[in-house]
């Protein structure tokens, strides 16, 4: 059974980082995409970052120098360190997974099969 399990979430003042974590389990790992949405209220869910099944990384315009993802071996733990948060960054963050190669459709939240349940991150001015 395929569980994605986020943690590190919290509250931090604008320019602060957090450093989210997925743990996932029941599946092989390196043979999964693995990404990070974000959901805010009253807003569609939006892609923010992706490591795909060749180590590679994608993000999302919106964050593309400020948010980090990376895998930890032999775990897999999936990271996202985020950096010079800003308020717009307040949402609901989820971890995705899916067999597929779907980095390149990270702006389509339902080419991923496999979410977590998410963690929440607000951000103060």
């Known amino acids: 059974q395929v569980q994605l399990v986020e943690s590190g979430g919290g509250s931090v003042q604008a320019g602060g980082s957090l450093r989210l974590s997925c743990e996932p389990s029941?599946?092989?790992?390196?043979?999964?995409?693995m990404a990070w949405f974000r959901q805010a209220p009253g807003k569609e869910r939006e892609g923010v970052g992706c490591?795909?099944?060749?180590?590679?990384?994608f993000y999302a315009d919106s964050v593309r120098g400020r948010f980090t993802v990376s895998k930890a071996n032999p775990k897999s733990t999936l990271y996202l360190q985020m950096s010079s948060l800003q308020p717009e960054d307040t949402a609901m963050y989820y971890c995705?997974?899916?067999?597929?190669?779907?980095?390149?459709?990270?702006?389509?939240?339902?080419?991923?099969?496999?979410w977590g349940q998410g963690t929440q991150v607000t951000v103060s001015s």
């Open positions: 029941g599946f092989t790992y390196s043979r999964y995409s």
């Open positions: 490591y795909d099944t060749f180590d590679e990384t």
């Open positions: 995705a997974a899916d067999p597929t190669f779907v980095c390149g459709s990270l702006h389509d939240p339902r080419k991923f099969r496999f």
